[in-house]
Every structure is written in C-alpha cells, then in structure tokens.
C-alpha cells in the first residue's frame, strides 16, 4: 500500500498489521523508548480546514518518530490559495518531502495529487473518507475489548465522512455491521461497492439495502426529533 486515501485501500490483513504495529509503538512511547523510525525524513502535514486532533496527533506522532513534520496553511500559506493548480503543488511537494498528510474538501482533489506527488500521500479527511480517524477508533475497540471479530459496530448519524468510512473499516476489520443512518442514499452505494469486494461479509446487495432503516435527514428535523430518532435506534439496536 502506497496511500491511504480511504478504507477500502487496505486489504483486512494490512487493516490489522496497522493496528497491530500502532500498539507497539504506542507501548514503546510509553516506556520511553520510542524508535527513531522518521529521522531523517520530512512530512507535509497541508491542511486546507481547520483541525485540532488531526493536526496535533501528526505533528506529535513525526517528532517522536523522529521525524520534521511541518504544518503549512494551504488557503493562506501556500500558492494553492492563490490558484496555483494541483498540480504543481504536488510535484513541489513531492521534491521536498517524504510524504504528504493533506485535509481537504473533494476526494477527487486528494486522488488527483497522490497520483502526481510521487510519494506516500494520506488522507487527513475529505468530505468522503476520514481513514485515520476510524483506525484510531478500531484500535481503540480492539484495545477494550481484545479483538475485532464479530463485534457489533453501530453507527448513528448521517451519511457522513465518518459514516462511509465507519462502514468500510468495520468490514474490513471483520465487524459485524449494523448501519443506522439519517441520510440513507449517501452509504449504501459505498456498502454495495464493498459487498462486492467481500462477499463473504455480506451475504448480497438486496440484503443491506433491506436493512437499512429510512429515517428523514437532519436538515429536515428539530433537534428534540433528532433525539428521538437517536434514541429509537439505540433501543432498536440493544434490542437485537
């Protein structure tokens, strides 16, 4: 694997060789001996939203690997903000560093520049995928609860970044799906795109698109009938 743009990049062999090397490194950190396995190399963290975790976790996470990890504004830093084309910005980009954690809008956008870059490139979150975050989230349910197998992963929201890519890693990662969303149409074509590279998770298409209950979108409700439909969900879901 080159990059990590979205979940269904990772076979669940490599899904699960990440998590496992993410806890020794996180064991290692923690008895101070940390391996140096960035020195010597440079990380393009460009973020054209604005962060706070995803940010931080990169620019800690190089340091003590060793690693220069440097944060560029790309709306205000950097000449993309003054309509330079993505092109060139991934070619500059990938003279100078080792790799590139780019937070951006369209996910066509992130695909366009790893192709150019001509290094590793990882998605810090589009408005499709969101892959770091939902590894960190299964590392976290393997950490408590010993192993992924056969869990139950509930999702309650809208069709969302974290939603599709909730649905692809819990799959891949060899979850038990269970799919509430307030904006069915935005997941279940990404569902059927993966039922069809996992067929042995999912016995057919006309099963998913089955289970998914049709709630109204959020935008079309009050904040106490959001809370209702949420509750309705869980208690559904607790129920099974």
């Known amino acids: 694997m080159k990059h990590l743009l979205k979940m269904s990049d990772l076979s669940p062999a490599e899904l699960h060789h990440i998590l496992d090397v993410a806890e020794e490194l996180k064991a290692e950190q923690k008895a101070g001996t940390t391996p140096a396995l960035l020195k010597g190399r440079s990380v393009a963290l460009m973020f054209s939203k604005n962060s706070t ?9 190089v340091y003590q690997l060793g690693g220069l990890g440097n944060y560029m504004n ?22 100078y560093y080792d790799c590139v954690v780019w937070r951006t ?14 290094v590793p ?9 969101h892959p770091c975050q939902v590894l960190a989230d299964l ?27 909730l649905i692809v890693g819990g799959l891949t990662g060899s979850l038990e799906r269970r799919v509430e969303a307030t904006v069915k149409q935005h997941v279940v074509p990404l569902v059927r795109n993966i039922c069809q590279r996992l067929p042995e998770v999912l016995e057919s298409q006309q099963q998913l698109a089955t289970s998914l209950p049709q709630f109204k979108p959020y935008a079309t409700l009050e904040r106490n009938d959001i809370e209702d439909c949420e509750r309705d969900v869980l208690n559904d879901f607790a129920s099974r």
């Open 53 to 61: 975790r995803t940010r931080t976790s990169f620019e800690v996470d």
């Open 121 to 129: 490139v990882i998605n810090g979150l589009t408005d499709y995928a």
């Open 139 to 165: 590392m976290t349910i393997r950490e408590r609860r010993g192993t992924l197998a056969g869990l139950k992963l509930c999702f309650v929201g809208d069709g969302s970044n974290m939603a599709n890519s």
């Open 74 to 95: 790309a709306a205000t830093e950097l000449q993309s903000g003054r309509g330079e084309p993505l092109k060139d910005t991934a070619r500059v980009l990938g003279r």
């Open 105 to 118: 809008y369209r996910q066509s956008d992130l695909e366009e520049f790893a192709e150019l870059a001509g």
